[in-house]
C-alpha cells in the first residue's frame, strides 16, 4: 500500500496558480521529478496566462479557462514529443504561470539632469519624473526574453530594465513632441504623449504592453534656473533701456536701504550700472543718427531746441543713498521714502 502510495505521488493531476501577493510577474510550476498525468486539470485564472515548456522549446500558450491536458489540447507539445494521438501515459514538461494584471504606480525619474537639444537654448539640461503602469502582452515572448528558466520573476527584477528604457527615450520624445523646454511644464500631457508613443514598440520587444505614463514634473537644476529667470526678465523689458534702467534700479534701491551710511559697494556697481545704461543709450541715439539721411537736419533742428534738464542715473543714486541714511537714522519715514523714491524714477524716463 505504501508503495502504490508513493508512485500516486508522483503524478500531477491538478494544475494551477493562486496568486499570494503583488508583484509577481512569471512562476513556475514546481514539478521536482513528477510528471503530469495525461487528462490532469488545468486551471488558468483571469489575469492569467500558462505556457508549456519542452526541453526548452515553449510549446502550448492557454488563456484563461479550465482544460483537461490531452494529446488534442496539446498540440504542440505532442508534435515536439511524436505522441501518438491515442498517447495516455504521464509525461514531463515545464509549465509557467504569468500575470497578465496591470503594475501600476511605477516610478520614474531622471537620478542627474540629462542634455536635450532645444529650439530655443540650444543645450538644456533638464530633470524630470513621473509613473507608468504596464502588464505582460506576449507571455511567450516574455519567458522568451526576459523571465527563462527562473522560478520567480517579479516586478522588481524589471523595474532597472523599464526604468532605463524611459530615460534612454525622453531626448527623442522631446524632439518628435516639437514642444519648446519653457513649454513642456504647460504641456505635460503632450510630452507624456510623445514619450508613449517612442516607449510602446520598445516595451513590445520583451512582451511588455506599456498602459499609461505621467510626466509629473520637468525642472532645470538649480544654477540654470537662475539664468533662465534673468533671461525671462529681459524678455519682460525688451529693447526699452529706459524700463530695464528703472528696473535694475528698483532691484538695487532695497539694498540702499539696508547699506546706507556704510560705504556699501552695492551703490558704487550700481551707480556704474546707471552711468553705463545712459552711455549706451548716448551712443545708440548717436548712431541712430549717423545712419539717418537726414542726420544733419536732425541735428541743426536739435541745436535750435532749448536744452532740457537731464537727471542723470548717478545723481537718482546719489540722491537715493542719501535718502536711506536719512530712513535710517528716523528723520524720514518709510512713507516718505517711498513717495521721494517714485518721483525721482519719474525723472529717469
Same mark, same amino acid.
Given at each position: 500500500?505504501?508503495?502504490?502510495d508513493?508512485?500516486?505521488?508522483?503524478?500531477?493531476?491538478?494544475?494551477?496558480?493562486?496568486?499570494?501577493?503583488?508583484?509577481?510577474?512569471?512562476?513556475?510550476?514546481?514539478?521536482?521529478?513528477?510528471?503530469?498525468?495525461?487528462?490532469?486539470?488545468?486551471?488558468?485564472?483571469?489575469?492569467?496566462?500558462?505556457?508549456f515548456? +519542452?526541453?526548452?522549446?515553449?510549446?502550448?500558450?492557454?488563456?484563461?479557462?479550465?482544460?483537461?491536458?490531452?494529446?488534442?489540447?496539446?498540440?504542440?507539445?505532442?508534435?515536439?514529443?511524436?505522441?501518438?494521438?491515442?498517447?495516455?501515459?504521464?509525461?514531463?514538461?515545464?509549465?509557467?504561470?504569468?500575470?497578465?494584471?496591470?503594475?501600476?504606480?511605477?516610478?520614474?525619474?531622471?537620478?542627474?539632469?540629462?542634455?536635450?537639444?532645444? #529650439?530655443?537654448?540650444?543645450?538644456?539640461?533638464l530633470r524630470?519624473?513621473?509613473? &507608468?503602469?504596464?502588464?505582460?502582452?506576449?507571455a511567450?515572448?516574455?519567458?522568451?526574453?526576459?523571465?527563462?528558466?527562473?522560478?520567480? &520573476?517579479?516586478?522588481?527584477?524589471?523595474?532597472?530594465?523599464?526604468?532605463? $528604457?524611459?530615460?534612454?527615450?525622453?531626448?527623442?520624445?522631446?524632439?518628435?513632441?516639437?514642444?519648446?523646454?519653457?513649454?513642456?511644464?504647460?504641456?505635460?500631457?503632450?510630452?507624456?504623449?510623445?514619450?508613449?508613443?517612442?516607449?510602446?514598440?520598445?516595451?513590445?520587444?520583451?512582451?511588455?504592453?506599456?498602459?499609461?505614463?505621467?510626466?509629473?514634473?520637468?525642472?532645470?537644476?538649480?544654477?540654470?534656473?537662475?539664468?533662465?529667470?534673468?533671461?525671462?526678465?529681459?524678455?519682460?523689458?525688451?529693447?526699452?533701456?529706459?524700463?530695464?534702467?528703472? &528696473?535694475?534700479?528698483?532691484?538695487?534701491?532695497?539694498?540702499?536701504?539696508?547699506?546706507?551710511?556704510?560705504?556699501?559697494?552695492?551703490?558704487g556697481?550700481?551707480?556704474?550700472?546707471?552711468?553705463?545704461v545712459?552711455?549706451?543709450?548716448?551712443?545708440?541715439?548717436?548712431?541712430?543718427?549717423?545712419?539717418?539721411? +537726414?542726420?544733419?537736419?536732425?541735428?541743426?533742428?536739435?541745436?535750435?531746441?532749448?536744452?532740457?534738464?537731464?537727471?542723470?542715473?548717478?545723481?537718482?543714486?546719489?540722491?537715493?543713498?542719501?535718502?536711506?541714511?536719512?530712513?535710517? #537714522?528716523?528723520?524720514?519715514?518709510?512713507e516718505?521714502?517711498?513717495?521721494?523714491?517714485?518721483?525721482? $524714477?519719474?525723472?529717469?524716463v
Open positions: 500500500m505504501a508503495l502504490m508513493f508512485i500516486k505521488k508522483q503524478f500531477i493531476d491538478i494544475i494551477q496558480w493562486t496568486e499570494t501577493g503583488d508583484g509577481t510577474l512569471a512562476w513556475r510550476f514546481p514539478m521536482a521529478e513528477m510528471e503530469i498525468q495525461n487528462g490532469a486539470s488545468l486551471t488558468v485564472r483571469e489575469s492569467q496566462v500558462a505556457v515548456v +519542452n526541453e526548452g522549446q515553449v510549446a502550448d500558450v492557454f488563456g484563461p479557462g479550465m482544460y483537461k491536458l490531452t494529446t488534442q489540447t496539446l498540440p504542440v507539445l505532442t508534435y515536439l514529443k511524436n505522441w501518438d494521438k491515442l498517447f495516455e501515459s504521464p509525461f514531463k514538461s515545464d509549465v509557467y504561470f504569468f500575470s497578465t494584471r496591470q503594475q501600476v504606480d511605477q516610478k520614474w525619474g531622471t537620478p542627474q539632469p540629462i542634455t536635450i537639444r532645444d #529650439k530655443d537654448f540650444g543645450a538644456v539640461r524630470a519624473f513621473g509613473n &507608468y503602469s504596464f502588464r505582460i502582452g506576449d511567450k515572448r516574455f519567458h522568451t526574453e526576459i523571465s527563462g528558466t527562473r522560478d520567480i &520573476y517579479s516586478v522588481a527584477d524589471l523595474d532597472g530594465q523599464l526604468r532605463g $528604457l524611459v530615460l534612454q527615450n525622453i531626448s527623442n520624445a522631446i524632439a518628435s513632441s516639437g514642444v519648446p523646454f519653457l513649454d513642456l511644464a504647460a504641456n505635460q500631457i503632450q510630452f507624456a504623449q510623445a514619450l508613449a508613443a517612442q516607449l510602446v514598440p520598445e516595451f513590445e520587444k520583451i512582451g511588455i504592453k506599456l498602459e499609461n505614463i505621467t510626466v509629473q514634473n520637468v525642472s532645470l537644476p538649480e544654477e540654470l534656473q537662475k539664468i533662465l529667470d534673468q533671461k525671462i526678465g529681459m524678455g519682460m523689458v525688451g529693447n526699452d533701456m529706459g524700463k530695464f534702467m528703472q &528696473y535694475q534700479t528698483a532691484q538695487a534701491i532695497p539694498k540702499f536701504a539696508e547699506g546706507a551710511g556704510g560705504g556699501s559697494g552695492i551703490a556697481d550700481a551707480m556704474g550700472l546707471g552711468a553705463g545712459a552711455l549706451g543709450q548716448v551712443l545708440a541715439q548717436n548712431l541712430a543718427q549717423g545712419l539717418s539721411p +537726414n542726420a544733419a537736419a536732425q541735428a541743426a533742428a536739435t541745436q535750435q531746441q532749448p536744452a532740457v534738464a537731464v537727471v542723470s542715473p548717478a545723481d537718482v543714486m546719489t540722491t537715493l543713498e542719501k535718502l536711506g541714511e536719512l530712513k535710517t #537714522k528716523g528723520i524720514l519715514t518709510q516718505e521714502f517711498d513717495a521721494k523714491k517714485a518721483e525721482l $524714477l519719474k525723472k529717469l
